[in-house]
């Protein structure tokens, strides 16, 4: 009896130590990370797609939000630049570029900076006259529906609006639609074309506000390279911003086993001695390259569950 005491002591001493080891490493990527993205803000406030290239306002906002999730606060500095460039970037009709991505996350971005509600109801008032009857959003006004886009609005607009919001329920029942599902439950931007890893999890995040999406998430995980990374089709190489959109999409569907606790690892192996993660997700990018998109959704996937959070208390 003594010696099963002493080993349940030791197994929680091993724990202990092993969380402990964890919650560093976390800090520590957290930290570098963040640092990198402070270290790369432009003049003008903004953030770039490659360091030193021109200003981009999809990426500043996609930044905004990483460094608000980290714990910055609405009022430092760093944000208050960042969100006077955004509100200057915003049109004359309510969007940002005229396209429906880059504008639902500035919209996401003011709203976590508590500013200027004119400037969001302009933004909602935009993509509302952008839906398409249907339900869907095509990248910009008047464009066909496209899966990727509308799950992306549909994502941002769920911590925007409640969940009676017409526009929401919407766009929720078209990707739902079994139409545009692929016959092994997941999807990708043409139907019937091999699965992607990164159309669901934009999916999945955008249904969680209206429906169980836990059936769905077993596809996901089964996705799950060795090294406990994602890459948008099972066998090819884990890439950071894939990893980071599923571990958003975990968080966000609350799933229960922890996977995203898992994927975590991953981001802490990929990430390169100036804190930063290389990728070619963003679709300006042929090649995989270092770079501030893909850098802030890694930060933001490492503090997923402190932005779930953020949206709870609002």
């Given at each position: 009896m003594k010696d099963q005491t002493k080993l349940y002591y030791f197994l929680v001493m091993v724990s202990i130590f092993l969380m402990a080891d964890q919650i560093q490493?976390?800090?520590?990527?957290?930290?570098?990370?963040?640092?990198?993205?402070?270290?790369?803000?432009?003049?003008?406030?903004?953030?770039?797609?490659?360091?030193?290239?021109?200003?981009?306002?999809?990426?500043?906002?996609?930044?905004?939000?990483?460094?608000?999730?980290?714990?910055?606060?609405?009022?430092?500095?760093?944000?208050?630049?960042?969100?006077?460039?955004?509100?200057?970037?915003?049109?004359?009709?309510?969007?940002?570029?005229?396209?429906?991505?880059?504008?639902?996350?500035?919209?996401?971005?003011?709203k976590m900076a508590d500013r200027d509600p004119k400037a969001i109801f302009k933004g909602l008032t935009w993509?509302?006259?952008?839906?398409?009857?249907?339900?869907?959003?095509?990248?910009?006004?008047?464009?066909?529906?496209?899966?990727?886009?509308?799950?992306?609005?549909?994502?941002?607009?769920?911590?925007?609006v409640t969940p009676r919001y017409s526009s929401l329920n919407k766009a929720a029942n078209w990707l739902a639609d079994p139409s545009r599902?692929?016959?092994?439950?997941?999807?990708?931007?043409?139907?019937?074309?091999?699965?992607?890893?990164?159309?669901?999890?934009?999916?999945?995040?955008?249904?969680?506000?209206?429906?169980?999406?836990?059936?769905?998430?077993?596809?996901?995980?089964?996705?799950?390279?060795?090294?406990?990374?994602?890459?948008n089709f099972k066998g090819k190489p884990s890439d950071p911003e894939i990893t980071a959109y599923v571990i958003l999409t975990l968080v966000a569907s609350q799933d229960p086993l922890n996977t995203d606790l898992i994927?975590?690892?991953?981001?802490k192996q990929a990430q390169l001695p100036d804190g930063s993660f290389k990728s070619a997700t963003p679709?300006?990018?042929?090649?995989p390259q270092v770079n501030i998109q893909t850098t802030s959704f890694a930060l933001l996937a490492l503090n997923a569950r402190r932005y779930e959070k953020l949206f709870q208390k609002k």
């Open positions: 490493a976390d800090k520590n990527a957290i930290e570098k990370a963040t640092q990198f993205l402070l270290d790369h803000q432009n003049e003008d406030g903004s953030w770039s797609l490659i360091p030193g290239d021109e200003s981009d306002a999809e990426v500043t906002a996609i930044t905004v939000q990483a460094l608000l999730a980290q714990g910055f606060g609405t009022g430092a500095p760093t944000i208050n630049r960042a969100v006077a460039y955004l509100i200057k970037q915003q049109r004359g009709d309510g969007s940002w570029n005229g396209n429906t991505a880059h504008t639902i996350f500035a919209l996401v971005a003011l993509l509302d006259e952008a839906q398409n009857a249907n339900g869907s959003w095509g990248s910009e006004l008047g464009a066909p529906g496209n899966i990727l886009y509308t799950a992306a609005v549909l994502s941002g607009l769920k911590r925007l599902m692929n016959d092994d439950g997941a999807w990708s931007l043409k139907r019937l074309s091999t699965s992607e890893v990164m159309v669901t999890s934009w999916v999945l995040q955008g249904l969680s506000a209206t429906y169980d999406v836990d059936d769905r998430l077993v596809w996901l995980k089964k996705m799950q390279n060795p090294d406990h990374g994602f890459a994927a975590s690892a991953y981001l679709i300006e990018l042929k090649q």
